[in-house]
């Protein structure tokens, strides 16, 4: 698959002036530990994992953030010179609300709604429980996930933290008043669609205010299937392509210390 991550991390290069060298690696599965170690080993300074190692990455690495042991992966892995380890971190939850302050979507006291119960759920509910949304609800094709993500999530706080944002199933909250001024944010995490129109069954409580913002994107028409089903409902439509940006450029800045630019335009990403 054509990956933007190594064209972004070549604009960022070009900005801050620090020479690296980002480049795509297909590895499988049963090679994946070896990879990494030898990819250290030989000097690198840090990984992005994508699907599917980021639950299987961690098994690679000496330490792991809070977050990563919160939300069970990691995206971005990090060689710690100084004690010679390798930390596995995650950037896809503020990378994600990172995109969201860019375009001036806010999530304080707004209801929520999640679609989707897998590890792109899994991995920016915590970024968006410290936003101190009112409420928090997930929908899932195959409903025996979202209580276990629900436990999950309201349970694995570090002592710390204040009180976590309500977390709930949608469907048992049907009649709470929440939901009768219906839903600020819909965030699609699946890829429903990507085999034919997006489709979904039951009322997400949307109205022409809400905002829609897809987790993946489209380098073919700019259009999502999903977002092309939210149009009709809403004119406030996002694919995620600010949200890897932004993760990019958090993981960029863990690596060599210098937080990049991010407001490089779609011309830039797509100029080979």
Request: contains cysteine.
């Amino acid at each position: 698959m054509h990956s933007l991550s190594p064209k972004i991390h070549d604009l960022f290069a070009q900005q801050t002036g620090i020479k690296i060298d980002y480049q795509p690696y297909q590895v499988s599965s049963d090679a994946l530990d070896i990879f990494i170690r030898d990819f250290f080993n030989d000097g690198g300074d840090g990984l992005n994992i994508t699907l599917p190692h980021k639950i299987a990455c961690i098994k690679s690495a000496d330490d792991k953030s809070s977050l990563v042991r919160k939300i069970g992966a990691a995206n971005i892995l990090i060689h710690n010179k100084d004690s010679n380890k390798i930390i596995a971190d995650s950037t896809d939850g503020n990378g994600f609300v990172e995109d969201l302050h860019c375009k001036s979507i806010k999530l304080v006291q707004t209801n929520v709604l999640i679609l989707g119960a897998g590890g792109a759920a899994q991995s920016i509910i915590p970024a968006i429980q410290n936003e101190e949304p009112a409420n928090i609800f997930i929908d899932n094709r195959s409903p025996g996930k979202i209580q276990p993500m629900i436990e999950r999530f309201l349970s694995s706080g570090d002592n710390n933290e204040g009180p976590l944002s309500p977390l709930s199933d949608l469907k048992s909250f049907s009649g709470n008043h929440h939901i009768k001024k219906g839903m600020q944010l819909v965030i699609n995490t699946t890829s429903a669609g990507f085999d034919g129109p997006f489709q979904w069954d039951g009322d997400l409580y949307t109205n022409e205010k809400t905002v829609f913002y897809d987790l993946s994107y489209s380098n073919a028409n700019g259009i999502t299937p999903f977002l092309q089903w939210a149009s009709q409902y809403s004119d406030q439509c996002y694919d995620g392509i600010g949200m890897l940006i932004n993760q990019a450029a958090l993981s960029f800045e863990m690596w060599t210390g210098t937080k990049p630019d991010t407001k490089i335009t779609a011309a830039e990403m797509l100029n080979e």
